[in-house]
T-cell receptor, first 112, second 113 residues
Framework: TQLLEQSPQFLSIQEGENLTVYCNSS?????LQWYRQEPGEGPVLLVT?????EVKKLKRLTFQFGDARKDSSLHITAAQPGDTGLYLC????????????FGQGTTLQVKP | NAGVTQTPKFQVLKTGQSMTLQCAQD?????MYWYRQDPGMGLRLIYY???????DKGEVPNGYNVSRLNKREFSLRLESAAPSQTSVYFC????????????FGSGTQLSVL
């Protein structure tokens, strides 16, 4: 079973639409990260959230950490073709220093 | 600024063959990691090394061995490759005390026939 469940797994939208990707768990995490990965490359960190209820913005991307630190969401406003890629959430359990657990990823395609 | 360098980029093996995936980082990071990525599974941790001279198992260590040769290099060895080890392998590093950010290499695509 996946400790971090991402939904949806695939998303195909038109340019200009808004979307939200969810990352859910029944376990508490000391921090949660979002990475973006392009074909043929390794993931690149977008943001880290560490406090329950925390909201961070990165241009058109808004990241939120759940109050109970068990879930997170990524919202993209007015998606652009350049947002196309694989989005991965990753969490660090309080008891597992040094180990990062990844969700299964959300593949986003934004059509012009 | 090379960051994390992985070699080779592509490899095809026959079942039972052995090989070593190489990883080196030039950022003076303490921690290094090996992940495998399979469709619909995200990234799964194989082994990690918190510092030079130490290694620890991750979620899926069976069939793999690692060596932290020095602070820069962390290699992953498949002693007897199996088709189930067909995957994309990523090496990553992290600086201790610098938060949570992982820096990834560009991956090795391995096919075991």
């Amino acid at each position: 079973t996946q400790l971090l469940e991402q939904s949806p797994q695939f998303l195909s939208i038109q340019e200009g639409e808004n979307l939200t990707v969810y990352c859910n768990s029944s376990s508490v995490f000391s921090s949660l990260q979002w990475y973006r990965q392009e074909p043929g490359e390794g993931p690149v960190l977008l943001v880290t959230v560490v406090t329950g209820g925390e909201v961070k913005k990165l241009k058109r991307l808004t990241f939120q950490f759940g109050d109970a630190r068990k879930d997170s969401s990524l919202h993209i406003t007015a998606a652009q073709p350049g947002d196309t890629g694989l989005y991965l959430c990753a969490g660090r359990r309080p008891s597992n220093t040094g180990k990062l657990i990844f969700g299964q990823g959300t593949t986003l395609q934004v059509k012009p | 600024n090379a960051g994390v360098t992985q070699t080779p980029k592509f490899q095809v093996l026959k079942t039972g063959q052995s090989m070593t995936l190489q990883c080196a980082q030039d950022m003076n990071h303490n921690s290094m990691y090996w992940y495998r990525q399979d469709p619909g599974m995200g990234l799964r941790l194989i082994y990690y090394s918190a510092s030079e001279g130490t290694t620890d198992k991750g979620e899926v260590p069976n069939g793999y061995n690692v060596s932290r040769l020095n602070k820069r290099e962390f290699s992953l060895r498949l002693e007897s490759a199996a088709p189930s080890q067909t995957s994309v392998y990523f090496c990553a590093s992290r600086r201790q005390g610098a938060g949570e950010k992982l820096f990834f290499g560009s991956g090795t695509q391995l096919s075991v026939l």
